[in-house]
């Protein structure tokens, strides 16, 4: 035997025990991790809003006949910043718009960070770009200050008009800026105060719960967490700042095999989506289905008078109603159990999606559908 033989034989002999090995240790494909189901309560985001002015526009602002408050907002801020202006001066401020400024404070924010602000119009500004966005106190739901916006606005868009002809790309009345707002306090949270923690899953599954629960207890030793409903388990922390981190980070990596979600489908009423997940079966059932259309055409009619019968010409109408109703044969759909089986049954049909809804609520209303109807 030749070396190219033996080396030939070697390989197949390597590639035969990774296949096998591959059979009998299968990789878990649907772990998943406990950050992606899970969140810990009390550490979240919170909103912040704040009113502010956009000067520096191309003449591209508010109209003050309309939109008087953007002229009172001014002569407030020309207050403020020791300038007086006479009661009743008309202000002409076409660079001058009214925005709403919203942002979003992330957990564990200090005072000094950096945030990006949202800048939208408020009033009828035709465009913010080249705008600058005057100091903003960005206010939570307590109505407390938890930072300051101010900045140049980038707006993803462009647009010109003349002589009653205009051209825009994309939106011009909001824009962004990057970086533009400063914390000026934090918000407390609560997971250092207290010995334990809740982990709060996205969806309310006793299976998932009691999983959660033991992957903890495994890694962590028993007793650590404890499922406490179908949405929360609790977990006991370490006492130090450090440990405790180090501990949420550990769990938040930890593998989750992840529970079969209950059958359900989503049925989007404006668009006519149905999306449906993998535990959706189908029972056997015969369905017929056919179109019912009614066209209605009207035709105006003149009937005009003899020449000198001093008459009036009369305008009536005359309707066309057609009915067409399409015949649908009855069709047995087998007993399917898994999605694949649901989507070949669906498609032998040959519905179009808002028919589709009506026959899916008729199949649950059977019995033959094991999923539950959501309309979003």
Same mark, same amino acid.
């Given at each position: 035997?030749?070396?190219?033989?033996?080396?030939?034989?070697?390989?197949?002999?390597?590639?035969?025990?990774?296949?096998?090995?591959?059979?009998?240790?299968?990789?878990?494909?649907?772990?998943?991790?406990?950050?992606?189901?899970?969140?810990?309560?009390?550490?979240?985001?919170?909103?912040?809003?704040?009113?502010?002015?956009?000067?520096?526009?191309?003449?591209?602002?508010?109209?003050?006949?309309?939109?008087?408050?953007?002229?009172?907002?001014?002569?407030?801020?020309?207050?403020q910043l020791g300038i007086s202006v006479?009661?009743?001066?008309?202000?002409?401020?076409?660079?001058?718009?009214?925005?709403?400024?919203?942002?979003?404070?992330?957990?564990?924010?200090?005072?000094?960070?950096?945030?990006?602000?949202?800048?939208?119009?408020?009033?009828?500004?035709?465009?913010?770009?080249?705008?600058?966005?005057?100091?903003?106190?960005?206010?939570?739901?307590?109505?407390?200050?938890?930072?300051?916006?101010?900045?140049?606005?980038?707006?993803?868009?462009?647009?010109?008009?003349?002589?009653?002809?205009?051209?825009?790309?994309?939106?011009?009345?909001?824009?962004?800026?990057?970086?533009?707002?400063?914390?000026?306090r934090g918000v407390p949270t609560p997971?250092?105060?207290?010995?334990?923690?809740?982990?709060?899953?996205?969806?309310?599954?006793?299976?998932?719960?009691?999983?959660?629960?033991?992957?903890?207890?495994?890694?962590?030793?028993?007793?650590?967490?404890?499922?406490?409903?179908?949405?929360?388990?609790? &977990?006991?922390?370490?006492?130090?700042?450090? @440990?405790?981190? *180090?501990?949420? %980070? +550990? !769990? $938040?990596?930890?593998?989750?095999?992840?529970?079969?979600?209950?059958?359900?489908?989503?049925?989007?009423?404006?668009?006519?989506?149905?999306?449906?997940?993998?535990?959706?079966?189908?029972?056997?059932?015969?369905?017929?289905?056919?179109?019912?259309?009614?066209?209605?055409?009207?035709?105006?009619?003149?009937?005009?008078?003899?020449?000198?019968?001093?008459?009036?010409?009369?305008?009536?109408?005359?309707?066309?109603?057609?009915?067409?109703?399409?015949?649908?044969?009855?069709?047995?759909?087998?007993?399917?159990?898994?999605?694949?089986?649901?989507?070949?049954?669906?498609?032998?049909?040959?519905?179009?999606?808002?028919?589709? &809804?009506?026959?899916?609520?008729?199949?649950? @209303?059977?019995? *033959?559908?094991? %999923? +539950? !109807? $959501?309309?979003?």
């Amino acid at each position: 035997m030749t070396t190219t033989d033996r080396l030939l034989r070697l390989l197949i002999t390597l590639a035969f025990a990774a296949a096998s090995a591959a059979l009998w240790w299968p990789v878990d494909a649907q772990a998943i991790r406990l950050k992606e189901i899970a969140s810990v309560q009390g550490v979240r985001s919170n909103q912040l809003v704040g009113y502010g002015l956009v000067v520096g526009l191309d003449g591209t602002g508010d109209q003050t006949t309309q939109t008087p408050f953007t002229a009172q907002s001014v002569q407030a801020m020309l207050q403020q910043l020791g300038i007086s202006v006479p009661a009743g001066t008309p202000m002409q401020l076409k660079n001058v718009a009214a925005v709403l400024v919203t942002a979003t404070l992330p957990p564990f924010a200090q005072p000094g960070q950096a945030i990006d602000v949202a800048v939208s119009s408020l009033g009828n500004a035709k465009s913010l770009r080249g705008g600058t966005l005057i100091a903003t106190p960005l206010k939570g739901a307590d109505g407390q200050i938890y930072a300051m916006a101010q900045g140049n606005l980038l707006v993803g868009g462009a647009g010109a008009s003349a002589g009653g002809s205009k051209v825009q790309i994309n939106h011009l009345s909001a824009g962004r800026v990057p970086n533009g707002a400063t914390v000026e306090r934090g918000v407390p949270t609560p997971w250092m105060q207290q010995p334990f923690i809740q982990y709060d899953l996205q969806a309310d599954d006793f299976n998932t719960a009691r999983q959660v629960a033991d992957a903890i207890n495994r890694l962590k030793g028993a007793g650590t967490a404890e499922a406490l409903s179908g949405r929360s388990v609790s &977990v006991k922390l370490p006492d130090s700042p450090g @440990a405790r981190v *180090a501990f949420l %980070a +550990d !769990l $938040e990596n930890l593998n989750i095999d992840r529970a079969t979600p209950a059958a359900k489908v989503i049925i989007n009423a404006r668009t006519g989506s149905i999306v449906l997940n993998q535990s959706v079966t189908l029972g056997p059932c015969a369905v017929a289905h056919g179109s019912l259309s009614v066209t209605i055409n009207s035709t105006p009619v003149i009937s005009q008078p003899a020449p000198l019968s001093q008459g009036e010409t009369v305008v009536t109408e005359k309707a066309d109603i057609q009915i067409n109703q399409q015949p649908g044969s009855l069709i047995q759909m087998p007993a399917g159990s898994k999605l694949t089986d649901v989507v070949k049954a669906l498609n032998t049909l040959g519905a179009t999606p808002q028919d589709l &809804v009506a026959i899916l609520q008729a199949m649950k @209303a059977a019995g *033959a559908l094991q %999923a +539950d !109807l $959501e309309v979003i």
